[in-house]
């Protein structure tokens, strides 16, 4: 689903906020990115959804080298990603369920199907009586739910989250970690930034770790997978 191979980020005047990373994530899998603040979680993510192109090396999603997509494709590519931020960028003027609803509006779905898919993406987080309250009524982990309710809609195939639980006290950290998992094991490959190490300790998933920019360490399973597949 995802492949990284040798890649680098500098950006002008700056640091290397990646340097030489290469790791693959398979289809279906679920995974986790970890680091000190400023190891490159961020500029990760930014590479696979394109907000950020690599200074070296190649970025494959899907099995597409999203290094020779053109500008004009990248809605398109966009489109099978799911994208939940930490601070949940959501629309404090619109209600909940238009908030949902914002990326069926861009991609021209017709009000019924819209329909049908916010309330059904409400449902699986539990926020289906709450789609005409606006989310300054609602707490932080709702808000959270709101937003991953937002990056599900489209039933992307991709999920990616940068630091999904980084305002939410540990149970509903816990709460929305389960939430991924939930979407994980109906086939959706999840990826997910965050520094939360005693939580992810408690997930039986794939770490990857970066400093400075560095890949320093993979779970041994994943070593095993690709030995597995050669």
Do not use: C, W
């Not at 990326?103 to 049908?116: D, N």
């Not at 039933?155 to 630091?163: F, G, N, Q, T, V």
């Amino acid at each position: 689903m995802i492949r990284f191979d040798h890649v680098s980020k500098r950006y002008p005047m700056g640091k290397e906020a990646l340097s030489h990373v290469s790791f693959e994530l398979q289809d279906r899998e679920m995974a986790f990115v970890t680091g000190h603040s400023g190891a490159g979680k961020s500029t990760l993510l930014k590479l696979i959804i394109l907000m950020e192109r690599p200074s070296q090396g190649q970025v494959f999603v899907d099995g597409k080298n999203l290094n020779r997509v053109k500008r004009r494709q990248i809605p398109a590519i966009r489109r099978n990603i799911g994208v939940v931020f930490q601070n949940h960028q959501l629309l404090f003027d619109r209600t909940v369920f238009d908030n949902v609803a914002l990326p069926l509006l861009i991609a021209g779905y017709q009000p019924r199907e819209t329909g049908r898919r916010v309330r059904a993406a409400l449902a699986k987080v539990g926020l289906q009586k709450h789609e005409k309250k606006v989310p300054i009524a609602l707490s932080g982990g709702e808000q959270q739910r709101v937003g991953i309710a937002r990056a599900v809609v489209n039933k992307p195939s991709l999920l990616l989250a940068d630091e999904p639980t980084g305002n939410l006290d540990p149970e509903l950290s816990a709460e929305i970690m389960a939430l991924f998992e939930q979407f994980n094991q109906v086939g959706v490959t999840v990826l997910i930034a965050s520094h939360d190490q005693a939580l992810i300790a408690r997930l039986p998933h794939r770490v990857l770790s970066l400093d400075e920019g560095r890949l320093i360490s993979r779970a041994a399973h994943e070593i095993e997978t690709h030995a597995d597949g050669e």
